[in-house]
Nanobody, 127 residues
Framework: QVHLVESGGGLVQAGGSLRLSCAAS????????MGWFRQAPGKEREFVAA???????YYADSVKGRFTISRDNAKYTVYLQMNSLKPEDTAVFYC?????????????????????WGQGTQVTVSS
């Protein structure tokens, strides 16, 4: 069982950067795949990035080259470094954990395959 708490959201200008953190509890943290999703008002929750226990990463095309997901098992934390932020990145960002390794981008992007979710953190990018 994993409990997730996101932090690091805020208001930034277009072109700026933010680093989101997701603190995880549980002895099985290192064996879980971790993902970031986001949800804008009136839209469905969409995949942003994921990282498996092996370190393999996956990114949505919309953020590839701008966002970087990483994890620090010693600190039980997963991060999302967001650079070159755009107004269309504005959303509530959620951290999620899956019991299984994501073998494909399609599986990593499927929110139904994640078992645990954080409460979300607001990211607002102004123009």
């Amino acid at each position: 069982q994993v409990h997730l708490v996101e932090s690091g959201g805020g208001l930034v200008q277009a072109g700026g950067s933010l680093r989101l953190s997701c603190a995880a509890s549980g002895r099985t943290f290192s064996s879980h795949s971790m993902g970031w999703f986001r949800q804008a008002p009136g839209k469905e929750r969409e995949f942003v990035a994921a990282i498996c226990w092996s370190g393999m990463t996956y990114y949505a095309d919309s953020v590839k080259g701008r966002f970087t997901i990483s994890r620090d098992n010693a600190k039980y934390t997963v991060y999302l470094q967001m650079n070159s932020l755009k107004p269309e990145d504005t959303a509530v960002f959620y951290c999620a954990a899956s019991r299984v390794t994501m073998a494909t981008i399609e599986r990593a992007a499927d929110k139904n395959r994640y078992d645990y979710w954080g409460q979300g953190t607001q990211v607002t990018v102004s123009s």
